[in-house]
């Protein structure tokens, strides 16, 4: 028996409606190819992911950018700060005239300052908590991923002052050094405050409890300290040929030497410090090496080319060349490759693996090759 005329028209109806989905995906392929997002970008458009593939900004020509929130994208120059979150929509900016700018970000808070001069901004994700006027010039400003921000300026009388201030913006503890020229300050979780201070005795680490000015413990090394840390149940000290790791109590529990070779930048991820080093100040051979608070190395590799930056977050690392970035799980396994635009200044780890790669003019969002 011969199909009747209704079954042949929900026969093509099917046929049709096959052809239309398909139709469909590839439009949506080819206008994520079109706007630089690959596959990516054809992931984002058929799951409904609204995450950049690219962020836009004013022209921040030898500017810092940052990681804010897991996904967003914090840009400070001399001219301002502008914060924008993970759609690539901006939150708030601020426009400002610095001499000097630095800003540090962890987790959903930023502190943007200048240097020598008497200005700090204290951010989140979503606006400016403070803006703090400084009477003396600032030294530096970190903040936590608690939201407790460190600001050590100059101070009469003294060799320095820290204030710390709680994620709120209200200032809540204040030290004055009186034996050393403070270099920075942290704080771990909303406890403890650690000072980093240099004299003529060589480099201090001072321990104290925001709720007493009576120091708790204190390590001092005859060398230089350029930067140190709070990592788990103890405390990282970063010298110019070593890493020293300390017990709580600023006892020393393992050294890792560099072996004559020179530093050329570090980033500290999970309890592990991952150094990229050379066996000469200019030119020669480029490692990156991942020591564990044990002081023994995890991994290590050898890298092609001269570096331009490095950047890590959680279990993944980043690695900038001139015309490419590479992927690497922290104990030095390559994941990886992407290429990336000339230009390419800076990069910034996101928490979901991926890596910001920022230019004067925007920020693209960077995945392995082989992950699409």
């Not at 004013?58 to 120059?77: D, H, P």
């Not at 979780?189 to 005795?201: A, R």
């Not at 309890?271 to 020591?291: A, E, F, H, K």
């Not at 690497?328 to 910034?348: A, L, Q, V």
Request: with cysteine; proline share 2%; hydrophobic share 40%.
């Amino acid at each position: 028996m011969r199909d009747s005329p209704k079954k042949k028209s929900g026969l093509f109806r099917v046929i049709l409606l096959i052809a239309v989905i398909a139709l469909a995906v590839i439009i949506v392929a080819i206008a994520a190819s079109r706007h630089d997002g690959g596959l990516r970008g054809l992931w984002n458009a058929v799951t409904g992911n609204d995450d950049a593939e690219e962020f836009y900004y004013e022209s921040s020509t030898g500017g810092s950018f940052r990681t804010i929130g897991g996904k967003g994208l914090a840009v400070m120059s001399q001219a301002g700060l502008y914060v924008f979150d993970a759609s690539g929509d901006e939150r708030f900016s601020t426009l400002f005239a610095y001499s000097s700018p630095a800003m540090r970000v962890a987790g959903d808070y930023g502190a943007a300052c200048d240097i020598g001069g008497n200005s700090v901004i204290f951010f989140n994700t979503d606006e400016i908590i403070s803006h703090i006027e400084t009477e003396y010039p600032v030294i530096s400003a970190t903040v936590n991923d608690s939201g407790y921000l460190c600001v050590c300026t100059e101070e009469s009388g003294y060799m320095g002052s820290v204030t710390v201030y709680n994620p709120n913006g209200t200032d809540i503890y204040k030290w004055y050094s009186g034996s050393g020229r403070i270099l920075s300050a942290c704080v771990n979780g909303n406890s403890d405050l650690m000072v980093l201070t240099v004299g003529s005795g060589g480099s201090n680490l001072v321990l104290m409890p925001l709720n007493s000015d009576q120091e708790t413990a204190r390590f001092t090394d005859e060398g230089l300290i350029i930067d140190a840390g709070f990592s788990g149940n103890g405390v990282w000290a970063l010298t110019t040929d070593s890493v020293i790791f300390l017990n709580r109590d600023m006892s020393e529990s393992a050294v890792y030497d560099m072996a004559g070779r020179y530093l050329k930048g570090y980033s500290v991820v999970d309890g592990r410090m991952l150094l990229m080093l050379s066996d000469y100040q200019v030119g020669g051979t480029n490692w990156v090496i991942s020591v564990g608070t044990d002081g023994q190395e995890i991994g290590s590799a050898q890298l092609a080319s001269d570096p331009a930056a490095m950047d890590a977050f959680g279990d993944r690392l980043t690695i900038l060349y001139t015309d490419k970035i590479e992927f690497y799980n922290t104990d030095m396994t390559k994941i990886g490759e992407s290429p990336c635009e000339p230009g390419t200044e800076s990069i910034s780890m996101r928490e979901d693996g991926s890596v910001l790669a920022a230019g004067s003019f925007s920020a693209q969002v960077m995945v392995p090759a082989e992950e699409g």
